[in-house]
């Protein structure tokens, strides 16, 4: 039996900006839920926004998935796409992308994690700390997908070295 | 036909901002402004709410500087709970916000100087966009991206173990602090594994500043003459005249060195400060009373900081700062680029005052709250990582946020960022037939030295792509550039 992979959810945005922090949302629900599982190979993190540190931070784990709000109109509900280094840097530069962490992360001559960005479809973005009803129907639809491709993938990684990003292609 | 010129926003600074710069028919500079194009009105949104929740809520402002915001609200709710007005607070109390603070001012200018500025500096304001950045750096001095990445981690470290988590930290409580520093982070953060520990920060901080000295000796035309201009500086000094980022009375000094305002208690603030609002920007520009919104602008900051302070309390940057002073004869430094080399002095500073309070015994026991007598109305004083931070809050009967007035960091630099555009316009653009990619991030190398956090300043939130464009004196666009 293989040993699992070292995996970390890594939520950002603002909870206090409503849909901003559905990222967040969804790393503090689906860690309850590996609690339950007792998958002890599973590490959370959660951050208003990503920043140069984390290209450290990801470099242990053997796969990283890091949640986010999005105003993406080609996005109905959610979608999980495969992250690539990416030089390009922000206009906001106090902030930095999945994309350029993992370059970041690459430049440093540090290992690079397969990486995948979860973005779930937010539509409201004030002073409030509730999610709106449109962006909670999306997170517990991703959380529906993501608990039941997980768990697919745990139990054929157990038994042979499966890689996420083809059997999420697989899946979908 | 006269051209206008429109960088939209302004890139590596937060929020939505854009710059207009406005040339005559010979392309000769006319006029320049720093425009600030949203505003969400916090202050109306927390009005309403219980007292003891400020010190969480503000952190809903900004996601650059939440522990800023987080330590000013409680310092105001201090004295609405009776607990003194900064130094009322048990031992335990004081010196766990002090570290706290410490390791976001360190992380927070450490970020700035080697993420955001010295890339500016290593391949030239005019430099290749493509590596002008902590890739480029990475790629071609892979030491110190390496060294910005641990120095931020660190710094969050110490965020962590004070504040108690990365979003909305609940650690300063009205009257004080609600944990003790646990001793496996006392001792990891002192002895940690290879580079996580003090001893190695301080190394790190001492190798930044001889980075930018040797830098600045090859250099001086940049860094002593670009966006130059005299102004009066303002921030908060210990009352014995020391550098504290956290309590004091407020101090400003003209361009000359002269105390224009003499160490005044951070409670009488509205007495010395009044805010101006202008039609073509949401954000306001603060100015000191007594010398009118024209005249009475200052700059707040690093650079400021130590313009206005006797010493520093730390050895090493003590050491430091006294060559600082001696650039300028000890005369006030109105240089804006030299804003990097105070950050570098107060990344030091920050890095020495953390090893002292890691090894203080008050931080693993004793009392952690400060009861009093209560009243209505509380005004806490922060020198946040951009400047001097003001959080003013009244309740009523019933312990509800009735008026809430905060005046940011960013906000009080608005006249000095505006004037660091003119002057880069008026030294790389005016006089030019052609606007090169160079020439536009001169003027946004002019913003950047003072940091900005325009999230915190409008509190905005989202991005938008870089836009120039490109007007004749009909407005009619001529150009216009996007990246995206």
């Given at each position: 039996?293989?040993?699992?992979?070292?995996?970390?959810?890594?939520?950002?945005?603002?909870?206090?900006?409503?849909?901003?922090g559905?990222?967040?949302a969804?790393?503090?629900?689906?860690?309850?839920?590996?609690?339950?599982?007792?998958?002890?190979?599973?590490?959370?993190?959660?951050?208003?926004?990503?920043?140069?540190?984390?290209?450290?931070?990801?470099?242990?784990?053997?796969?990283?998935?890091?949640?986010?709000?999005?105003?993406?109109?080609?996005?109905?509900?959610?979608?999980?796409?495969?992250?690539?280094?990416?030089?390009?840097?922000n206009?906001?530069?106090?902030?930095?992308s999945?994309?350029?962490?993992?370059?970041?992360?690459?430049?440093?001559?540090?290992?690079?994690?397969?990486?995948?960005?979860?973005?779930?479809?937010?539509?409201?973005?004030?002073?409030?700390?509730?999610?709106?009803?449109?962006?909670?129907?999306?997170?517990?639809?991703?959380?529906k997908?993501?608990?039941?491709?997980?768990s697919?993938?745990?139990?054929?990684?157990k038994?042979?070295?499966?890689?996420?990003?083809?059997?999420?292609?697989?899946?979908? | 036909?006269?051209?206008?010129i429109?960088?939209?926003?302004?890139?590596?600074?937060?929020?939505?901002?854009?710059?207009?710069?406005?040339?005559?028919?010979?392309?000769?500079?006319?006029?320049?402004?720093?425009h600030?194009?949203?505003?969400?009105?916090f202050?109306k949104?927390?009005?309403?709410?219980?007292?003891?929740?400020?010190?969480?809520?503000?952190?809903?402002?900004?996601?650059?500087?939440?522990?800023?915001?987080?330590?000013?609200?409680?310092?105001?709710?201090?004295?609405?709970?009776?607990?003194?007005?900064?130094?009322?607070?048990?031992?335990?109390?004081?010196?766990?916000?002090?570290?706290?603070?410490?390791?976001?001012?360190?992380?927070?200018?450490?970020?700035?100087?080697?993420?955001?500025?010295?890339?500016?500096?290593?391949?030239?304001?005019?430099?290749?966009?493509?590596?002008r950045?902590?890739?480029?750096?990475?790629?071609?001095?892979k030491?110190?991206?390496?060294?910005?990445?641990?120095?931020?981690?660190?710094?969050?470290?110490?965020?962590?173990?004070?504040?108690?988590?990365?979003?909305?930290?609940?650690?300063?409580?009205?009257?004080g602090?609600?944990?003790?520093?646990?001793?496996?982070?006392?001792i990891?953060?002192?002895?940690?594994?290879?580079?996580?520990?003090?001893?190695?920060?301080?190394?790190?901080?001492?190798?930044?500043?001889?980075?930018?000295?040797?830098?600045?000796?090859?250099?001086?035309?940049?860094?002593?003459?670009?966006?130059?201009?005299?102004?009066?500086?303002?921030?908060?000094?210990r009352?014995?005249?020391?550098?504290?980022?956290?309590?004091?009375?407020?101090?400003?000094?003209?361009?000359e060195?002269?105390?224009?305002?003499?160490?005044?208690?951070?409670?009488?603030?509205?007495?010395?400060?009044a805010?101006?609002?202008?039609?073509?920007?949401?954000?306001?520009?603060?100015?000191?009373?007594?010398?009118?919104?024209?005249?009475?602008?200052?700059?707040?900051?690093?650079?400021?900081?130590?313009?206005?302070?006797?010493?520093?309390?730390s050895?090493?940057?003590?050491?430091?700062?006294?060559?600082?002073?001696?650039?300028?004869?000890?005369?006030?430094?109105?240089m804006?680029?030299?804003?990097?080399?105070?950050?570098?002095?107060?990344?030091?500073?920050?890095?020495?005052?953390?090893?002292?309070?890691?090894?203080?015994?008050n931080?693993?026991?004793?009392?952690?709250?400060?009861?009093?007598?209560?009243?209505?109305e509380?005004?806490?004083?922060?020198?946040?990582?951009?400047?001097?931070?003001?959080?003013?809050?009244?309740?009523?009967?019933?312990?509800?946020?009735?008026?809430?007035?905060?005046?940011?960091s960013?906000?009080?630099?608005?006249?000095?960022?505006?004037l660091?555009?003119?002057?880069a316009?008026?030294?790389?653009?005016?006089?030019?037939?052609?606007?090169?990619?160079?020439?536009?991030n001169?003027?946004?190398?002019?913003?950047?030295?003072?940091?900005?956090?325009?999230?915190?300043?409008?509190?905005?939130?989202?991005?938008?792509?870089?836009?120039?464009?490109?007007?004749?004196?009909?407005?009619?666009?001529?150009?216009?550039?996007?990246?995206?």
């Amino acid at each position: 039996m293989n040993k699992l992979p070292k995996i970390l959810f890594y939520g950002y945005g603002n909870p206090g900006r409503q849909d901003d922090g559905v990222g967040v949302a969804f790393t503090e629900q689906i860690s309850e839920w590996v609690k339950m599982k007792a998958w002890h190979n599973i590490d959370f993190d959660s951050n208003y926004q990503l920043n140069i540190e984390d290209a450290d931070n990801i470099s242990s784990y053997d796969l990283v998935i890091f949640a986010d709000a999005t105003q993406e109109k080609n996005i109905s509900d959610f979608d999980i796409d495969l992250v690539k280094p990416n030089p390009e840097v922000n206009f906001t530069m106090h902030a930095v992308s999945p994309g350029f962490i993992l370059n970041l992360c690459s430049e440093m001559k540090k290992q690079l994690p397969q990486t995948f960005l979860l973005q779930i479809k937010g539509y409201e973005w004030e002073f409030q700390q509730s999610i709106s009803e449109n962006a909670k129907a999306n997170l517990q639809k991703a959380l529906k997908f993501i608990k039941t491709i997980l768990s697919d993938f745990l139990v054929k990684y157990k038994y042979g070295t499966v890689n996420f990003k083809t059997f999420l292609n697989q899946k979908t | 036909m006269g051209k206008k010129i429109t960088i939209e926003p302004v890139t590596r600074v937060e929020g939505h901002g854009k710059v207009t710069i406005h040339l005559d028919d010979n392309n000769n500079f006319k006029r320049s402004r720093l425009h600030i194009v949203e505003f969400r009105g916090f202050e109306k949104f927390i009005q309403g709410r219980p007292y003891w929740e400020a010190p969480v809520t503000v952190q809903r402002l900004c996601g650059i500087c939440p522990v800023s915001h987080h330590l000013a609200a409680a310092k105001a709710m201090d004295v609405i709970v009776g607990a003194g007005t900064g130094d009322g607070l048990t031992p335990t109390g004081e010196k766990m916000r002090r570290l706290m603070h410490f390791g976001q001012v360190f992380q927070s200018h450490v970020l700035h100087f080697f993420h955001l500025a010295s890339p500016d500096l290593l391949f030239g304001i005019d430099g290749d966009p493509a590596i002008r950045n902590v890739i480029g750096i990475a790629k071609m001095h892979k030491e110190l991206a390496v060294q910005a990445v641990m120095m931020r981690k660190y710094g969050q470290e110490i965020i962590k173990v004070t504040a108690g988590k990365k979003i909305h930290g609940t650690g300063a409580i009205p009257g004080g602090i609600n944990r003790h520093l646990e001793i496996h982070n006392k001792i990891s953060l002192i002895n940690g594994p290879d580079p996580m520990n003090i001893d190695k920060m301080i190394e790190w901080s001492l190798g930044g500043l001889d980075f930018f000295k040797n830098y600045h000796k090859d250099h001086k035309d940049v860094i002593d003459n670009f966006a130059a201009y005299p102004s009066k500086h303002l921030s908060m000094v210990r009352k014995d005249g020391a550098l504290d980022l956290y309590h004091g009375v407020l101090r400003a000094i003209d361009s000359e060195g002269n105390k224009i305002l003499n160490d005044v208690d951070t409670q009488d603030y509205l007495k010395h400060i009044a805010e101006e609002v202008r039609s073509w920007s949401y954000m306001k520009f603060p100015y000191l009373k007594k010398y009118g919104p024209k005249d009475g602008w200052y700059r707040v900051g690093p650079l400021a900081r130590l313009n206005t302070v006797d010493f520093i309390p730390s050895p090493l940057a003590q050491k430091e700062f006294e060559i600082f002073q001696a650039y300028t004869d000890g005369k006030p430094n109105n240089m804006s680029m030299h804003y990097h080399w105070a950050r570098l002095i107060e990344i030091l500073h920050c890095a020495e005052m953390m090893k002292e309070l890691l090894n203080d015994p008050n931080l693993m026991k004793g009392e952690l709250v400060t009861k009093g007598k209560k009243g209505n109305e509380g005004i806490g004083v922060l020198e946040a990582p951009r400047g001097t931070l003001f959080h003013h809050y009244k309740i009523n009967k019933d312990d509800q946020i009735t008026m809430a007035n905060l005046i940011v960091s960013t906000t009080n630099n608005n006249i000095p960022m505006n004037l660091a555009v003119e002057s880069a316009a008026k030294q790389f653009i005016s006089g030019q037939e052609k606007i090169d990619e160079g020439m536009l991030n001169a003027v946004e190398v002019g913003i950047r030295a003072y940091d900005p956090c325009l999230s915190c300043a409008t509190h905005a939130i989202g991005k938008l792509p870089l836009q120039v464009k490109l007007y004749d004196s009909n407005n009619n666009l001529l150009d216009i550039k996007t990246k995206d």
